[in-house]
């Protein structure tokens, strides 16, 4: 039977849920008063005789009905009701410090947000900043707490950890020493979502559970200790022995799939006392495969390995946003840093108009941008900024500007931004339709996804992949670490049809550069090389790439 503070509790939780609704006021704070109300009572509910209950101050004849209600049956349809029809992530995002009901509902109705990953990545884009009431002091405060809030899940973005396997991995190498000590398992698969930091040790288990006790023991399995970081982070170590380093290390990177696969090939053989890993490949006779292609067996066979693309193979910054938009950093500002860190060239491409969250082009707007690009396009030579837009892909598919406004650009990026809730037949007929649009370039996120947030809308990749083909349209790696879409497992099936992936930060600050990189360990698992990428272009064959294109 509930207690006094969960009925209060209830009745609190309703008032918010009514508020974010949008529901009659005065009905919201009514149970609000009474959450105060039964919360200061000195008597349990479950004692009084019901037609006290009534009597109570600030309880009255229908919030009694609620309370019998709950001290009989242990529910409450009303406060049921209005749980179903929030979205879960809204529920979780009441538990956010800062946020109000009011606040939440301005980010559910207005930026078309429903889960806390998704407003951290609007906090990202300064977007939150666009909303009546809320200011870059909101802004931050609400990311600080999403960030502390998030520090305690299970699973993490590997640019989350990245940092601090590495730094574990040097400190445990130092204290263990003279021990061999590896990362190994997801995190050196380099796989987008990491749900444990996992190393390789040559050194016994009793020795490593003292010497590491900078981490919390959680338990021993048959082969592996488990710990817990302050960061909450999980932690998994292999112990070997010293002639069975490189066999563990090779069995522990791989997936199941791989290890089977390497099998079946006649690997088995290459697992020797003492063998390094690329005298496992090479005594099997199989070609070395480097840990972000050990995922699956489909390489194995491959005669020679394609030469993967790197992060010092971008040369240019494409998908970017400025202050025309919802940019952090002047137009100026974003040409400046990326002339600076050494690229050839950056496409700006801000949000057109119908994106009126992220103050979005108007025409008359995109005509001022343009003369503001020509000039420091002057000022900066070589360096080139490309004129582009992200323009919003409509409910109908078409594309967000008239024809003449779009040919204006030297390149379109087309993304969905609204309406995401789609079935996969209303998803590809606006997609399909957006592609076969002769003046777009890119097809931007394809699935709208946000790891560990949004799943996405359901999309048959290759169709898409084949009317890319047909129609000369790029598909973007969206490098933003919470993105990273298209999924890296679409990008062999994409270069065999002879599409153009293109590695794109969606840049909104000079900050956001960097992800070109997660954006360039996602594509190397898909094994794309800088051929097939359209930002390894020098600035002299995306030049040619336009211009070919518009003929």
């Given at each position: 039977?509930?207690?006094?503070?969960?009925?209060?509790?209830?009745?609190?939780?309703?008032?918010?849920?009514?508020?974010?609704?949008?529901?009659?006021?005065?009905?919201?704070?009514?149970?609000?008063?009474?959450?105060?109300?039964?919360e200061k009572l000195s008597i349990p509910l479950q004692d009084m005789p019901t037609?006290?209950?009534?009597?109570?101050?600030?309880?009255?004849?229908?919030?009694?009905?609620?309370?019998?209600?709950?001290?009989?049956?242990?529910?409450?349809?009303?406060?049921?009701?209005?749980?179903?029809?929030?979205?879960?992530?809204?529920?979780?995002?009441?538990?956010?410090?800062?946020?109000?009901?009011?606040?939440?509902?301005?980010?559910?109705?207005?930026?078309?947000?429903?889960?806390?990953?998704?407003?951290?990545?609007?906090?990202?884009?300064?977007?939150?900043?666009?909303?009546?009431?809320?200011?870059?002091?909101?802004?931050?405060?609400?990311?600080?707490?999403?960030?502390?809030?998030?520090?305690?899940?299970?699973?993490?973005?590997?640019?989350?950890?990245?940092?601090?396997?590495?730094?574990?991995?040097?400190?445990?190498?130092?204290?263990?020493?003279?021990?061999?000590?590896?990362?190994?398992?997801?995190?050196?698969?380099?796989?987008?979502?990491?749900?444990?930091?996992?190393?390789?040790?040559?050194?016994?288990?009793?020795?490593?559970?003292?010497?590491?006790?900078?981490?919390?023991?959680?338990?021993?399995?048959?082969?592996?200790?488990?710990?817990?970081?302050?960061?909450?982070?999980?932690?998994?170590?292999?112990?070997?022995?010293?002639?069975?380093?490189?066999?563990?290390?090779?069995?522990?990177?791989?997936?199941?799939?791989?290890?089977?696969?390497?099998?079946?090939?006649?690997?088995?053989?290459?697992?020797?006392?003492?063998?390094?890993?690329?005298?496992i490949f090479s005594q099997a006779n199989l070609p070395y495969l480097p840990p972000?292609?050990?995922?699956?067996?489909?390489?194995?066979?491959?005669?020679?390995?394609?030469?993967?693309?790197?992060?010092?193979?971008?040369?240019?910054?494409?998908?970017?946003?400025?202050?025309?938009?919802?940019?952090?950093?002047?137009?100026?500002?974003?040409?400046?840093?990326?002339?600076?860190?050494?690229?050839?060239?950056?496409?700006?491409?801000?949000?057109?108009?119908?994106?009126?969250?992220?103050?979005?082009?108007?025409?008359?707007?995109?005509?001022?941008?343009?003369?503001?690009?020509?000039?420091?396009?002057?000022?900066?030579?070589?360096?080139?900024?490309?004129?582009?837009?992200?323009?919003?892909?409509?409910?109908?598919?078409?594309?967000?500007?008239?024809?003449?406004?779009?040919?204006?650009?030297?390149?379109?990026?087309?993304?969905?931004?609204?309406?995401?809730?789609?079935?996969?037949?209303?998803?590809?007929?606006?997609?399909?339709?957006?592609?076969?649009?002769?003046?777009?370039?890119?097809?931007?996120?394809?699935?709208?996804?946000?790891?560990?947030?949004?799943?996405?809308?359901?999309?048959?990749?290759?169709?898409?992949?084949?009317?890319?083909?047909?129609?000369?349209?790029?598909?973007?790696?969206?490098?933003?670490?919470?993105?990273?879409?298209?999924?890296?497992?679409?990008?062999?099936?994409?270069?065999?049809?002879?599409?153009?992936?293109?590695?794109?930060?969606?840049?909104?600050?000079?900050?956001?550069?960097?992800?070109?990189?997660?954006?360039?360990?996602?594509?190397?698992?898909?094994?794309?090389?800088?051929?097939?990428?359209?930002?390894?272009?020098?600035?002299?064959?995306?030049?040619?790439?336009?211009?070919n294109r518009k003929k």
């Amino acid at each position: 039977m509930p207690d006094n503070s969960t009925i209060a509790d209830n009745f609190s939780l309703l008032s918010k849920l009514m508020d974010i609704h949008g529901e009659n006021s005065f009905k919201a704070k009514s149970f609000a008063n009474a959450a105060f109300t039964v919360e200061k009572l000195s008597i349990p509910l479950q004692d009084m005789p019901t037609e006290e209950i009534a009597k109570i101050k600030g309880i009255g004849e229908s919030i009694s009905k609620s309370i019998r209600e709950m001290l009989q049956t242990e529910q409450w349809s009303l406060l049921d009701t209005y749980i179903e029809k929030t979205p879960s992530g809204i529920l979780e995002m009441m538990k956010i410090k800062g946020l109000g009901p009011k606040k939440i509902a301005s980010i559910w109705k207005d930026l078309e947000v429903e889960s806390l990953g998704e407003l951290l990545y609007a906090c990202n884009e300064n977007r939150l900043m666009l909303l009546k009431g809320f200011g870059q002091k909101t802004q931050d405060s609400v990311k600080q707490s999403i960030e502390f809030y998030f520090s305690n899940r299970n699973r993490y973005l590997f640019a989350e950890v990245e940092v601090l396997a590495n730094e574990l991995e040097k400190e445990i190498q130092t204290l263990l020493a003279p021990a061999s000590v590896s990362l190994t398992g997801q995190i050196r698969r380099q796989e987008i979502i990491i749900d444990e930091i996992e190393l390789v040790a040559d050194a016994a288990p009793e020795y490593i559970q003292e010497k590491l006790n900078m981490l919390s023991f959680i338990e021993e399995t048959p082969n592996s200790l488990l710990f817990q970081h302050a960061q909450k982070v999980k932690v998994r170590v292999y112990p070997a022995a010293i002639d069975d380093f490189g066999k563990s290390l090779f069995l522990t990177t791989a997936t199941p799939a791989f290890i089977e696969s390497f099998f079946v090939a006649g690997g088995a053989a290459g697992l020797t006392p003492g063998a390094t890993e690329e005298k496992i490949f090479s005594q099997a006779n199989l070609p070395y495969l480097p840990p972000c292609l050990r995922n699956d067996g489909s390489m194995l066979d491959v005669q020679q390995l394609p030469e993967l693309i790197t992060p010092q193979d971008i040369k240019g910054i494409i998908h970017s946003h400025s202050t025309w938009s919802d940019g952090q950093y002047s137009l100026e500002e974003m040409a400046l840093a990326a002339k600076a860190q050494g690229f050839e060239y950056l496409v700006i491409s801000d949000h057109s108009r119908s994106a009126f969250y992220a103050n979005g082009l108007s025409i008359e707007r995109i005509a001022e941008q343009h003369a503001q690009i020509d000039a420091l396009n002057q000022q900066l030579a070589p360096f080139r900024i490309f004129k582009s837009i992200e323009a919003d892909i409509l409910n109908d598919g078409n594309l967000d500007y008239p024809d003449e406004v779009l040919a204006s650009f030297d390149l379109v990026i087309a993304s969905v931004h609204s309406n995401l809730k789609m079935s996969e037949e209303k998803a590809m007929s606006r997609l399909l339709k957006a592609i076969e649009n002769p003046y777009t370039t890119i097809l931007g996120h394809m699935t709208g996804r946000l790891l560990l947030s949004r799943n996405g809308y359901p999309v048959d990749h290759r169709r898409i992949i084949d009317a890319c083909a047909e129609h000369n349209v790029v598909i973007e790696l969206n490098a933003h670490p919470r993105r990273l879409d298209i999924d890296w497992e679409w990008i062999p099936y994409a270069r065999k049809k002879g599409v153009l992936l293109s590695i794109d930060p969606d840049a909104h600050s000079i900050e956001g550069y960097k992800d070109v990189y997660y954006g360039t360990l996602a594509a190397r698992k898909g094994g794309l090389t800088a051929e097939g990428n359209l930002s390894s272009y020098s600035k002299e064959a995306l030049e040619k790439y336009i211009h070919n294109r518009k003929k």
